[in-house]
């Protein structure tokens, strides 16, 4: 019986007994050879995010966290046409020749450590090249040399961390020229992601598979409290999101709010606070089709204005998101709140006064446009005035997407404006009497 038709066997075997609760002693009944190709067979414990998407790709991207199991992803794929094409020739391209040969090859889940021994490929470090005993052959490659891979040519390439490469594009292109043997040459390409444009392009190609993958999906094979520890330094922040959970952040050109004045402003937590308000945006509408109600909470202490919580939601009737700011008043102890009356007039403090009639409330109205509302609010973060106690990923998008026509994607800056009218009410405005519940 051909060889993969063994392991397809074992691997339909094993998922059998597991359904039936007798795995463990299916295993116990294999042979030595027989557990041996189980544990090789990358199909049966890859997730599904490591596994080669369906489709006509040219080129598989994956973007993920540290540790996500990219470099496995990685070095299991070349593995697979390596055994698979004994005239398969391979692109290994890293930022550096030391990234191919320690994270690449001799990594923790580099090259030779997928192999068994018998089919592990010949490293010859001094000629950049791995030779695998059925005849496939690698070559390494560093990002630094674009021309390098000028003549070369290629039938696959493995392209590691391509948001770090400092001559990306034309790394990049040479490579592309390369890729020229074989039925379908294809490329995939591992990154932890970053805004830089070879990537945006790749992301906007129609023949580029994209997979994710976090940090938290390989939580079994990292260090015990590893992702716990991160989460808590880093959830929801720039980084965290980025080499936490693999998503592509990035700024817009003309955005009011810099990302980088964001993150500069960010606490653990408030001092003592003088003021307390929670600012309500009220949607237009109501249902699940209606615009956001923006719900923000901030303090004010010795002049800065501390960002404490942003309790906004989609799709709320009146009732529920006049409970869902009353509960967050209450929740933080707040002086006042405040609610636009732009859309709803009285209707507004009516709903509100419903659910708490002594509630301390100021109806505020627009008389101009959101850009010009939020001007002054951004020269405060510029300031270094107003600062996030902990993160707040929704609202920090919007704010970084908020530019002179609104949001990239049209829609209410629903969040935002609430984070304006708060920050407004306690820095900008006249300030309003300190009065607690009684």
Known sequence: MPEADVTERLRGALREAAARGEAEALLRALSPGELTRLERDWALWARGAQLPPPGDWRVWLILGGRGAGKTRAGAEWVRSLALSDKAARIALVAETFKDAREVMVEGVSGLLSVH?????????????????????????????????????????????????????????????????????????????????????????RPDVAVTRMATAENEGNLATGF??????RYGGTRLGRQELDGELIEDREDGLFPRAVIEAARVERAPELARVVVAVDPPAGAGATSDACGIVAAGEAEGAVYVLADASARGLRPDAWARRAVELYERMKADRLVAEANQ????????????????????????????????????????????????????????????PGGLSGGGSPDRLDALVWAVTALALGRPEPRVRRL
């Open 344 to 403: 709803g007039g009285e209707m507004v403090a009516a709903v509100l006064r419903q659910v708490d009639p002594g509630l301390p409330l100021t109806l505020v109205h627009a008389t101009r446009g959101k850009w010009l509302r939020a001007e002054p609010v951004a020269a405060l973060y510029e300031q270094g005035r107003v600062r996030h106690v902990g993160a707040f990923p929704e609202l920090e998008d919007e704010m970084c997407d908020f530019g």
């Open 116 to 204: 068994g021994a018998e089919e592990r490929p010949r490293f010859l470090s001094s000629r950049h090249r791995l030779e695998w005993p059925g005849g496939a052959v690698a070559e390494l490659f560093s990002a630094e040399d674009p021309e390098a891979l000028r003549g070369p040519q290629f039938s696959a390439a493995w392209c590691d961390e391509v948001a770090k490469w400092a001559k990306g594009r034309d790394t990049w292109d040479m490579l592309q020229f390369g890729l020229r043997l074989g039925a379908r040459p294809r490329a995939l390409a591992t990154t932890t992601p970053r805004p830089v444009p070879l990537l945006k392009e790749l992301l906007a």
């Open 227 to 232: 992702v716990q520890a991160m989460r808590a």
